[in-house]
């Protein structure tokens, strides 16, 4: 069984950064469509940023410019930089990984989810 372990959420100031990490626990999945979904209070759980086997990166509007996705194959790594964060992007994030070519992804599509990770950013 795959395991996807994220890490680096947390609490920062409006105008801040953090970084989050996924770690998975087999090597195929260097193969997979990895990405960050991400679900505040009351809405729907939306993809933030993917990044396919290639380096085809899809990025959601609201995000683009301040977010970038990058992978480790070698590590079986996938990480989200945030930069200019706002109150707006306070979440739990969900690394997840999906099999195909493609680079965005529902969901539905998701063959393994991570555990969860809480990025709260205050104004």
């Known amino acids: 069984q795959v395991q996807l372990v994220e890490s680096g959420g947390g609490l920062v100031q409006a105008g801040g950064s953090l970084r989050l990490s996924c770690v998975a626990s087999?090597?195929?999945?260097?193969?997979?469509?990895m990405g960050w979904f991400r679900q505040a209070p009351g809405k729907e759980r939306e993809l933030v940023a993917a990044?396919?086997?290639?380096?085809?990166?899809y990025y959601v509007d609201s995000v683009r410019g301040r977010f970038t996705i990058s992978r480790d194959n070698a590590k079986n790594t996938v990480s989200l930089q945030m930069n200019s964060l706002k109150p707006e992007d306070t979440a739990v994030y969900y690394c997840?990984?999906?099999?195909?070519?493609?680079?965005?992804?529902?969901?539905?599509?998701?063959?393994?989810w991570g555990q969860g990770t809480q990025v709260t950013v205050s104004s």
């Open positions: 997840a990984a999906a099999q195909g070519s493609g680079v965005k992804f529902d969901d539905e599509e998701v063959d393994y």
């Open positions: 087999r090597r195929t999945l260097s193969t997979y469509v």
């Open positions: 990044i396919n086997w290639s380096g085809g990166r």
